[in-house]
């Protein structure tokens, strides 16, 4: 087994390697699983954080979320949506301000406290 195929079945199950090698065993065959679980791998070195959240986009989230903090997060999602004309998942929009821009929903308050 390359350390690629063992790089792959790191995720896999102990019940469903312990079905593989019965195969394997009975059969003499690998089951046809290498190519699923190869696709599975390439989808994730394809998808960049770049490409779900360009950083136009995130600066414009970080100005939205500054200038109007008590926001919530589908006002921000529909703000965003007027400067950048990208749909962004609400999901997508409270895990980069959390991430990316530290910004949780107790530090948005205190902004909006010391703005007010």
């Not at 087994?1 to 792959?8: A, T, Y």
């Not at 896999?12 to 090698?21: A, G, I, M």
């Not at 190519?35 to 394809?46: C, I, S, Y």
Request: charged residues 35%; hydrophobic residues 35%.
């Amino acid at each position: 087994m390359s350390e690629n195929e063992s790089k792959m079945l790191d995720g896999v199950p102990s019940s469903t390697l312990s079905d593989w090698r019965a195969i394997i065993n009975l059969h003499g065959i690998i089951p046809n699983v290498w190519h699923a679980l190869e696709d599975k791998e390439k989808k994730k070195k394809d998808m960049k954080p770049s490409k779900l959240m360009d950083d136009d986009t995130i600066k414009a989230l970080k100005k939205i979320s500054m200038d109007h903090p008590s926001y919530f997060l589908d006002e921000i999602r529909d703000e965003l949506y007027r400067k950048t004309y990208k749909p962004v998942a609400l999901s997508r929009i409270s895990t980069r301000l959390r991430t990316s821009l530290g910004l949780t929903l107790q530090v948005l308050g205190s902004i909006e406290k010391r703005q007010n």
